[in-house]
């Protein structure tokens, strides 16, 4: 073999090597973010709110958007990533819900930069965000509210069940922003059972 001749099947290597590797990295992952859900509007409620950083289970507490935890199995979407982390994101949309539900209460967040002394604090663990085998969307969560002056908190736990009408991801993260939509008139309701001169 010449000079070049092995040149020329180095370069041929060289190019088989790079197509290879291009061919086995897999595409940009898809990323979803939940959407805010209105609900009605209350004419009273806690002067200031704070919603407590969210415990999430730790199955949910990834990129991935998890399909399932059914059947001793975890159902993970590879390629469809949350766009933010899941805790920040349930945060940041549920301050949202509540500041529409409770336009007479100022709604803040844990990790925000912002901060004043709470008349009410929301503690929160979501136990499962992800669909049952007949593929409803399940939301189990956890909720305390302790208000300022009280005692022992409110407590209630939530068992959400939502269908997913829509296909594929989207339909799943649908499903999620109604279900979390519907935690948030829970969470409302907690805060406005627990008001002064309720």
Not at 62 to 79: K, P, T
Not at 184 to 191: E, F, I, T
Request: aromatic share 4%; glycine share 8%.
């Amino acid at each position: 073999m010449t000079g070049a001749q092995r040149l020329f099947a180095s370069i041929a290597l060289a190019l088989a090597l790079v197509m290879a590797l291009a061919a086995c990295s897999s595409p940009d992952p898809a990323l979803y973010v939940m959407a805010p859900v209105s609900g009605a509007a209350q004419d009273a409620g806690p002067k200031v709110v704070l919603l407590k950083q969210i415990g999430l289970a730790r199955y949910l507490d990834r990129s991935q958007i998890v399909r399932s935890s059914e059947n001793y199995r975890l159902d993970v979407m590879s390629n469809d990533w949350w766009g933010e982390s899941l805790s920040s994101m349930l945060s940041r949309i549920l301050v949202e819900e509540l500041s529409q539900r409770l336009p007479q209460s100022t709604v803040l967040s844990d990790s925000g930069s912002v901060s004043s002394p709470p008349d009410a604090a929301i503690e929160l663990n979501v136990q499962r965000l992800d669909q049952d085998a007949a593929g409803n969307l399940v939301l189990h969560a956890q909720a305390g509210v302790n208000f300022r002056g009280r005692g022992a908190p409110a407590l209630r736990s939530f068992l959400i069940t939502v269908p997913v009408s829509g296909a594929g991801v989207s339909g799943e993260v649908a499903a999620i922003s109604a279900a979390v939509g519907q935690l948030a008139d829970g969470l409302a309701s907690m805060l406005l059972a627990g008001s002064p001169g309720a």
